[in-house]
Nanobody, 119 residues
């Protein structure tokens, strides 16, 4: 069972920036994919960004050019840099890990971190 803990959310003004952290209980390179998703009130959980084991990056169209996903300086973290944040970015942001190889294969989620956008 992989444990994921998100942090770094908070209140930000439109046009501002935030840096979200996902701390995993083991090396992120052990995962096939690490990703960020978000869920606004009354909406489904949507894909934001991901990084594969071999470094391939993928972004939702709505965040391309504004958000950047990267592995952290420690072996157990993944970051999401959020720039030029708008009201549409307000949501709970979740970290997701996927591993297909046993032992411990599965899909794992963190508890989320809230991003609030307000002037």
């Amino acid at each position: 069972q992989v444990q994921l803990v998100e942090s770094g959310g908070g209140l930000v003004q439109p046009g501002g920036s935030l840096r979200l952290f996902c701390a995993a209980s083991e090396r992120v390179l052990n995962m096939d994919v690490m990703g960020w998703y978000r869920q606004a009130p009354g909406s489904q959980r949507d894909f934001v960004a991901s990084v594969t084991h071999d470094g391939h990056l993928n972004y939702a169209d709505s965040v391309k050019g504004r958000f950047t996903i990267t592995r952290g300086n420690t072996r157990n973290t993944v970051l999401l840099y959020m720039n030029d944040i708008g009201p549409e970015d307000a949501a709970v942001y979740y970290c997701k890990a996927e591993r297909s190889a046993p032992p411990g294969a599965g899909t794992f989620w963190g508890q989320g971190t809230q991003v609030t956008v307000s002037s």
